[in-house]
């Protein structure tokens, strides 16, 4: 995949960003987050990529809550997060790329945690992430 593409598509919507043109920035995010989602399903090992992925998704998530348009922020967050998730767990991954999604999670769970604590979300969601913070503090005392 051509980094320089998804790297000016993303830096374009940063600048629009900054100066409130919405669409404008909603445009480049998205088309970043196309290259990017189908650089990251052909390639699961390139973390470069998948950090790129869970970037653009996370800036589509501030554009929309900066717009109110909570249900689409929140859903930009948990799309990579239940993505990596499900990889985390598939039978069918190999280690390394369930490894490179753990590490993934850790980047996902904490901007969904935070949206909550400004934001409603539905109860199934808030129990998922008291589980998920369970489950990453076993985790956290487990690696030291």
Known sequence: MESEQWKSLLNNGNN?????Q????EYFY???YDLLAFGYRNNPQCIETMMAWICSCHNLSSLYERMN???LSLKFLTVPHDYLKKVSQ????DND???LALKGLSLTFPPILAFS??????????E???NMASVSEFSKRQMH
């Open 69 to 71: 348009k909570l249900t």
């Open 117 to 126: 604590k400004n934001h409603p979300i539905c109860e199934d969601c808030v």
């Open 128 to 130: 998922e992430l008291s």
């Open 97 to 99: 790329i369930k490894l």
């Open 22 to 25: 919405w669409q404008k920035a």
């Open 16 to 20: 629009c960003f900054k100066e409130n």
């Open 90 to 93: 598939s039978n069918k991954a």
């Open 30 to 32: 998205s088309e970043a």
